[in-house]
């Protein structure tokens, strides 16, 4: 691994201008491209100060050992240069969207003597109506299936129809109604071509017109008592409706636009696209990538629409909307280079629009994609966690990072929630086998000096969970009889009761001592090197010297050990990281789920809570009375009688109860550590 101070180069040997430059690695591949208005600035970024970059740049200028650069006289020139070499070299460090196919179209061949329905990929033909794009294609497919049983054009490859029209036979689409089977003569050349128009006037959006030819010849079908031919119909009718439930109207039928958005988290990003064309949803696609940088929106944006459309054969095909859910920095060069890509198609001065709609359909078509998106993300996520391969692997690969003795087969993590050192709150949650475990999920409320501050609070968790357990496991190593040699004890349990956790007999009381004195492999909080100290103190100072601890800090993923001045830093793809990163996100997001609930009640709670005798009828009957609290501590004994249902005694308690809140000192400000529960 490479120092970059080796490598940096001299400050004023880097120009101001705009340009690209290259990250080389000592074997002289290329393993980062990037762009900048001002390349001094932005390289100077680099080397300035290594330790706090995002981890993935910290691992590329540590796996560099030169860069590069090439002065160019504009953005658009260095939006061009630098897509050219991220297609040239695939930099490991660039965020690939990977896709090697073009959009999927259904064509028409109206430029043939038998047009021909068919999916085409790629350029443009003269003479050819494209209807489309379609994703997968496998929509596409099913689409065309549906239309031939109504509108049978021909779709044969030129040789099958050479053979069929030598053989006087038609092919198998013909035999079974597909096909009008032109060539064997079933049908004229004229007949033919208004058949395909007919065809290509539905897939535009128009099935007005046959849909009430087909209705007409169904009505009269009955009529002749014709009533095979009428329920031909029925079914023609039926797959016309079909093929437009799935390409249904979304916009105006003038509407041609392409919508992305993202879903992400601190290791990966989903990507989706919607293919609106006439109006109506087309098409859609997915990525989900790793992320290899700290960008924000318009940045994963820009290099989205750079390899999307950059990669395309069919440039002429990029829609006059493209809508984004943020603009890059140098938005108008990426609409400069996006028309001449369509322009160099041969499409004149083509006009696009790259823009983030703010209102109407639009806006509401983009929150759809949006939703998408995070779905795509929640179910990649799922199939990686439900994946035992994936698992194992990295519980191993966690293992060896950390150097544990034990396979990791029980990990506890443990974070602390509140708001400006009020309510606070913690979390501990349950992985075993890598897989959670919510019947073991614990939430800790944290009063007093424990909850000055986040490592006040950690010790103060810490050390009542394993208190418990070192409690726990005395209890159930002193419970367990002495047997003779081959006999169980056996403790019977009511399995609903325990799953519902709402019984207090003894056997629960047992099998709950049972579960907390079994102690965890691993011990993961929530923070960086002070947290994790101050877990080793509370376990050391419980006597448990063999567990052993790590924390997760969110801002750079990095993995710390006690003691330790410099943190572990996993692979940014590792498993290990990731599992580490879930069991974070999950107690984090338990931890917030319990301050929420916590600070709410807190919110709604009334001086006349904590009177003794004061039910919720009668306590709402005084506050109904007086109007307010305020109100009621003005009054004397003699008005708080006169509240329907309330004795002298009750009323005398709720005035007493008021003067001595009245007369109590006000508490002192929580600790200044604050941490912000979302």
């Not at 979390?427 to 006040?456: C, I, N, W």
Request: aromatic content about 6%; charged content about 30%; some cysteine.
């Amino acid at each position: 691994m490479a120092d970059p101070t080796t490598y940096r180069p001299r400050t004023g040997e880097i120009p101001t201008t705009p340009g690209v430059y290259r990250f080389i690695d000592p074997h002289g591949r290329v393993v980062y491209v990037g762009k900048a208005k001002n390349l001094r600035a932005r390289l100077n970024s680099y080397f300035a100060r290594v330790a706090t970059l995002h981890t993935k740049t910290y691992a590329m200028v540590h796996a560099a050992s030169s860069v590069e650069w090439t002065v160019v006289g504009s953005e658009l020139e260095a939006i061009q240069l630098e897509y050219t070499w991220i297609k040239q070299h695939t930099p490991r460090f660039n965020i690939m969207y990977r896709d090697d196919k073009s959009y999927p179209y259904l064509a028409v061949t109206m430029n043939e003597k038998y047009p021909r329905v068919q999916v085409m990929r790629g350029d443009k033909k003269p003479g050819v109506k494209y209807f489309g794009p379609f994703y997968p294609a496998k929509a596409i497919r099913e689409t065309v299936d549906t239309m031939l049983r109504v509108f049978p054009v021909r779709s044969c490859s030129a040789g099958v129809f050479k053979r069929a029209k030598a053989s006087g036979r038609p092919c198998l689409l013909g035999y079974i109604g597909k096909c009008a089977a032109p060539c064997v003569g079933e049908i004229s050349e004229e007949d033919h071509r208004k058949l395909a128009e007919e065809f290509c006037e539905v897939m535009a959006g128009r099935p007005g017109p046959q849909v009430r030819r087909i209705e007409n010849e169904m009505k009269a079908a009955v009529a002749e008592l014709r009533y095979e031919d009428a329920g031909r119909h029925r079914d023609d009718l039926e797959a016309i409706r079909r093929v437009f439930e799935r390409n249904s109207v979304v916009l105006s039928e003038d509407t041609e636009a392409d919508i992305f958005a993202f879903a992400e988290d601190e290791l990966e990003a989903a990507a989706q696209v919607f293919h609106v064309r006439q109006g109506r949803i087309r098409g859609q696609r997915g990525w989900v990538v790793e992320k290899v940088e700290d960008t924000d929106a318009g940045a994963m944006v820009e290099q989205l629409l750079m390899q999307v459309y950059g990669s395309m054969a069919d440039t002429e095909r990029i829609p006059p909307e493209v809508l984004v859910p943020a603009l890059p920095d140098n938005a108008e060069e990426m609409t400069a280079w996006l028309r001449q890509l369509r322009s160099d198609s041969g499409e004149g001065r083509a006009q696009i629009s790259l823009r983030v709609p703010q209102r109407g359909d639009k806006a509401a078509l983009l929150g759809t994609v949006q939703e998408n998106a995070s779905q795509a993300l929640a179910l990649h996520k799922a199939r990686r966690n439900s994946d035992i391969t994936t698992r194992s692997a990295a519980l191993r690969d966690l293992q060896e990072a950390l150097g544990a003795a034990e396979p990791l087969l029980r990990i506890e993590c443990f974070d602390i929630s509140h708001t400006s050192g009020t309510n606070v709150v913690a979390s501990m949650v349950v992985l075993e086998d890598g897989l959670a475990k919510k019947r073991d999920y614990r939430r800790f409320s944290v009063k007093g000096d424990a909850a000055r501050d986040d490592t006040s609070a950690m010790y103060d968790v810490i050390s009542r969970r394993f208190a418990r357990h070192l409690k726990d496991q005395a209890r159930s190593e002193a419970a367990v009889p002495e047997l003779d040699e081959g006999v169980a004890a056996e403790v019977p349990v009511d399995a609903a009761e325990l799953a519902a956790g709402e019984t207090k007999d003894s056997t629960v009381v047992e099998r709950e001592a049972e579960r907390f004195a079994y102690p965890p492999s691993l011990v993961v909080v929530d923070g960086g090197q002070p947290q994790v100290n101050v877990a080793r103190q509370a376990l050391d100072d419980l006597g448990i010297t063999d567990l052993p601890v790590v924390g997760l800090a969110k801002r750079l993923e990095e993995v710390w050990l006690p003691g330790d001045d410099f943190p572990l830093v996993l692979p940014r793809s590792s498993e290990a990281l990731y599992m580490l990163q879930r069991i974070r996100d999950e107690a984090h997001r338990f931890a917030i789920a319990y301050h929420r609930s916590k600070r709410s009640k807190a919110m709604t709670a009334s001086a006349l809570d904590e009177v003794p005798g004061l039910g919720p009828a009668r306590r709402a009957a005084v506050v109904a009375h007086f109007g307010s609290v305020a109100n009621l501590k003005k009054a004397t004994l003699e008005e708080i009688i006169e509240v329907p249902g309330l004795g002298r005694d009750t009323a005398t308690k709720i005035l007493d109860h008021l003067r001595a809140e009245a007369a109590a000192p006000a508490p002192e400000p929580a600790g200044a550590a604050a941490k912000d529960p979302v």
